[in-house]
C-alpha cells in the first residue's frame, strides 16, 4: 500500500501576525492544505491519505476536507505530535494499527507545498520500491556558504554537490519504524527530517528530482509567489 502522509501539525508562527496555521490559509478560493491533499487524493498510485494536525484542529481540519473535497473522500485526519519526530511515530503507530505491518511505502509531505506534481509523487513510488528511501531535491543555484560560530566563514563547499531539500520524503515503513527505534535520545535530538535518520544509520537515500516551483509557504512573501503561480489574486 502507497500511503500519502501530510504533516499539517506547524503553528506557522514565521507567517507573522496570523491567528490560524498557515496550511488553513487561503490561496485562491481554497485553504493551502486542500491543494496540497487534493494532488495525492487524485493521485492513481495513492491508496490512503492521512492528514497530521494539531489536536486543537482535529475537527476543523476534518470540516475543512469535507467541505472541499468529494463526499466519502476517504482522507484521514489524526494528531499529530509536538514535534517533526513526534508527528512521524504518531504516524508509524497509526499506520501499524490501522494497517498492519504489512510492505507500506510512506511519502512524507509538507502541508504548506502545495504545488507537489504527479510526477513526483511518481518518482517516489518508483524511488523507494527500488532504493528503500528518497529525498525530493533540487540542485542549489546559490553558493553555500557554512559557518561554525555564526561570524565567520568556515567553509564554503562545491556547488554542484549540493542540493536543496523539498518533500516528500518517502521511505517503506516497516525500515523507518526499525530506524527510529534504534536511535538514542542523544541522536534523536539531531534529526531535522526524516531522510536524516537513513543517513545516521548508513542507509541509502536516492535523490529525486523535484521542481523549483514545489515550494513551502513559510512566510507571507511566499504566500504572495503562491498566488502568483496560480494565477489569482491574493484575498
Known amino acids: 500500500m502507497n500511503i500519502a502522509a501530510i504533516f499539517a ?21 481554497k485553504p493551502i492544505l486542500v491543494h496540497t491533499a487534493e494532488k495525492f487524493w487524485a493521485h492513481p498510485q495513492v491508496d490512503c491519505v492521512v492528514v497530521l494536525t494539531p489536536r ?8 475543512t476536507l469535507n467541505q472541499h473535497l468529494p463526499q466519502g473522500h476517504g482522507v484521514t ?7 517533526r519526530n513526534g508527528t512521524l ?26 504545488f507537489v506534481t504527479h510526477r513526483i509523487i511518481s518518482d517516489n513510488i ?11 531535491v533540487i ?13 565567520f566563514i ?26 527510529m527505534d534504534s536511535l538514542s535520545p542523544e541522536e534523536e535530538q539531531t534529526l531535522t527530517d526524516a531522510c536524516k535518520i537513513f543517513a545516521l544509520r548508513g542507509e541509502p537515500v536516492a535523490l529525486v528530482q523535484g521542481e523549483v516551483h514545489n515550494i513551502k509557504i513559510t512566510f507571507p512573501y511566499d504566500l504572495k509567489v503562491a498566488h502568483a503561480l496560480l494565477g489569482v489574486e491574493e484575498v
Open 89 to 114: 511515530r504518531n504516524l508509524l503507530a497509526w499506520v501499524e494499527h490501522t494497517h498492519g505491518a504489512g510492505e507500506h511505502i510512506l511519502l512524507t509531505h509538507d502541508a504548506v507545498r502545495p
Open 139 to 151: 540542485p542549489a543555484t546559490d553558493t553555500i556558504v557554512r559557518s561554525d560560530d555564526n561570524t
Open 154 to 179: 568556515t567553509e564554503i563547499p562545491p556547488r554542484e554537490k549540493l542540493y536543496q531539500g523539498q518533500t516528500p520524503q518517502s521511505f517503506w515503513c516497516a525500515k523507518m519504524r526499525e530506524l
Open 77 to 83: 485526519v489524526i494528531e499529530g505530535g509536538d514535534t
Open 9 to 29: 501539525a506547524g503553528i506557522g508562527s514565521r507567517m507573522g501576525s496570523s491567528s490560524m496555521p498557515k496550511q488553513y490559509l487561503q490561496l485562491g478560493s
Open 126 to 136: 518508483a524511488a523507494v520500491q527500488q532504493h528503500g528511501a528518497c529525498d525530493t
Open 56 to 63: 486543537a484542529w482535529l475537527d476543523f481540519t476534518q470540516d
